[in-house]
């Protein structure tokens, strides 16, 4: 299995980060030592809005994932199996006794790189190339049709979701502002988003290289250009910072964990972010644009995050609804909210 080998720092949390579907195509290396402790719980825990409670898409998302420790022997009140056991079900590889601190520093000095895990004695070569940058992987996160969450029956006010790639707490984040939620495929267009008449769009995360989304990226000028209130959440921020004519760039072995400090611009307060993102928006590119930075990393100074100096449009490039990670940012969906409350104020 081919990948493109990232690390991810979180100690916690490996059943939603394993199917959070920005890490298609990715061979994931946790650098907690030891990963299956409390083993897997069942997809059939629901929450209140019948999404699944552990669990961010229906199935494994990683190509392969590299651990130090693996437990065998797992022990939770939810656990129905352990980690091995869910693996094999879906079908996909992993490798233990890795030493996975050397092999992060390897990743740190040279920068993401591909990588392959093989069966031993299997046939497949080393030398086949796999391109994790040149792959669109859209139609393989995305929905065909569209879906409604939320009670048709109420009158409560639509959000538009474009999903390319959705995690399934941004869906739970957005009812529990007590907006009914659209997801979209992520190819749809800006006549098919207004048919549902949003009272805001969310752009999703998703995985790859923003700009292979073309067809999102076209559709998310025209929501610009409409000054619909939007939120984008990491792979969603890349989308709107590109439809706004600003750049984005490839950093050299990202952000993943669950402990990532970002500044708050507007406050000035610091917060603890959950994050998973290989590509960043770059910072010059901002200033010839309609949008100016809004949150900063404090580690490296790249952008978590901008916003529209004169339309309601905000976006992340952490995960406000973390899972896993911690809840510090949910008030980037509260703003969200307010921005769509004001508009609808406006309008009536
Ligand atoms: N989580 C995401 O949405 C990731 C966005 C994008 N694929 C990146 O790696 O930067």
Redesign the pocket.
Known sequence: MSGEIVFNTGMVGYTETMTDP?YKGQILCFTYPSIGNYGVPSMDNLDEYGLPKYFESDRIQTSGIIVNNLSTVSSHWTCTRTLDQWMYEERIPGITNIDTRELTKKIRSHGVMSGKLIMDGSSSSLLDKFDYDSCNFMPEVSISEPRYYGNKNDNNSKIVLIDTGTKYSIIRNLLKLGFNVVRLPWDSTINEILSYDPVGVVIS????D?ILCNETITTASKVIEKSIPTLGI??GN?ILALAGGAKTHKLKF?HRGQNKSCLDLDSKITLITSQ????GVESNSLLDTEFEVWFKNIDDNTVEGIKHRSKPIIAVQFHPEASPGPDDCLYVFEKFKELVKKTEKVIS
């Open positions: 920005s995360n998703g995985p790859g923003p990491c792979l890349q990202g998973n993102h290989g590509y």
